[in-house]
């Protein structure tokens, strides 16, 4: 039975006896994060990763189905995680979330309507997505207007993603999107207060995803095609650096031969071509969002931990700029290895994914 909440999502028809497992599926590497009942909340039960070959994923899906089955069972039997439920998200190319203002109307005038809005709206035939839409919260009775949050994701990518973890030996619990996945992580966090105007910078090893959140709900989402490995690829090609030095040297670490005024030239050519999409971002949300500026910027993703890189966001941009940090207000269990506070930063899908445990009873 595949329902769309207000992300794209799958509900298998059992109840698990464990906490399903948040599965995030990146270019470089499997994040997955399981949580268990804690008090009044949650702590962390589980925390792992798995590196995957680089082209076994792409921003625009899962390209080798195969390697990354095995690298998710290898995963979980490393670990010995025994839930048989997976919640994961979409690649971002193959999902579509738009927040569109319509005249008010009623519910049953919004269905008859939604089709023809959805079309002017999203790049793909109707006839190939899974689509849902909802009114945002905080919509006043008598406005005028109401906004309505639209979220698309291809049937094939739908079903090639379940494949993916069938063929791991696991069901497919949920499916989310991963911007939408990271703002409920922000949420649960409650980074920042109500009425606040936020941007989550999401940067992954093949793209960056920036989610502005206009007090606590979804209000844009931009996929920008650079992360990790064109700075990595930069690098290499700048300073003659073989791949696993380029890496090394691009999150900060010291290597022999390596000219340091050269490679902070290279690094910061690098991460202003990410400030810039992200500065094009922000003008473009506040050009036509009736002159809202962001109050805060949180980042997160495996590519932000890029030499230099929250620095030059504060410079640039002039916005308070915070490591995102999914887990502080997790408890930990003590066997549990929760990862230190740059490394926290690559979990946040995961986290936001494991938190929707709800929809898998």
């Not at 069972?73 to 995680?81: I, K, Q, S």
């Amino acid at each position: 039975m595949l329902r769309l909440g207000r992300r794209v999502t799958h509900i298998v028809r059992f109840r698990p006896k464990r906490a399903p497992i948040g599965l995030d599926i990146g270019s470089s590497a499997l994040k997955a994060v399981q949580l268990a009942p804690s008090g009044q909340g949650w702590r962390v039960a589980a925390f792992a990763t798995e590196p995957l070959p680089r082209g076994a994923v792409t921003a625009s899906g899962v390209a080798d189905g195969a390697t990354v089955s095995a690298a998710i069972r290898r995963l979980l039997e490393r670990e010995r995680l025994a839930a048989p439920a997976i919640v994961v998200a979409l690649p971002g190319q193959s999902a579509v979330v738009k927040r569109i203002t319509l005249p008010a109307m009623t519910p049953r005038e919004l269905d008859d309507a939604i089709g023809w809005e959805a079309e002017q709206h999203i790049p793909f035939p109707l006839s190939d997505v899974h689509l849902h839409y909802e009114t945002v919260a905080g919509t006043g009775r008598d406005a005028p207007t109401m906004d309505v949050l639209l979220v698309a994701a291809r049937r094939d990518s739908i079903a090639a993603l379940e494949r993916v973890i069938a063929d791991a030996g696991r069901t497919t619990c949920v499916i989310d999107v991963g911007a939408l996945a990271l703002q409920n992580a922000y949420a649960a966090n409650r980074a920042g207060g109500r009425g606040l105007t936020v941007a989550l910078l999401d940067i992954g090893a093949s793209a960056t995803t920036i989610t502005i959140v206009v007090d606590r709900q979804p209000a844009f989402v931009r996929h920008v095609s650079f992360g990790g490995h064109a700075c990595t690829e930069a690098l290499q090609e700048a300073l003659q650096l073989p791949l696993e030095t380029a890496e090394h040297v691009k999150v900060g670490g010291v290597a022999e031969d390596v000219d340091r005024a050269a490679l902070t030239s290279a690094l910061h050519a690098s991460i202003d071509t990410l400030v810039h999409e992200v500065q094009k971002t922000l003008e473009f949300f506040r050009s036509t969002a009736g002159g809202s500026a962001v109050d805060r910027l949180f980042v997160c993703g495996g590519g932000s931990l890029l030499a230099g890189l929250l620095d030059r966001l504060r410079q640039q941009l002039d916005i308070r700029t915070i490591p995102l940090d999914p887990f502080r207000l997790l408890g930990e269990a003590g066997n549990v290895e929760v990862p230190g506070a740059r490394d926290r930063r690559m979990a946040a899908v995961a986290v936001g994914l494991a938190l929707r445990h709800e929809e898998c009873r």
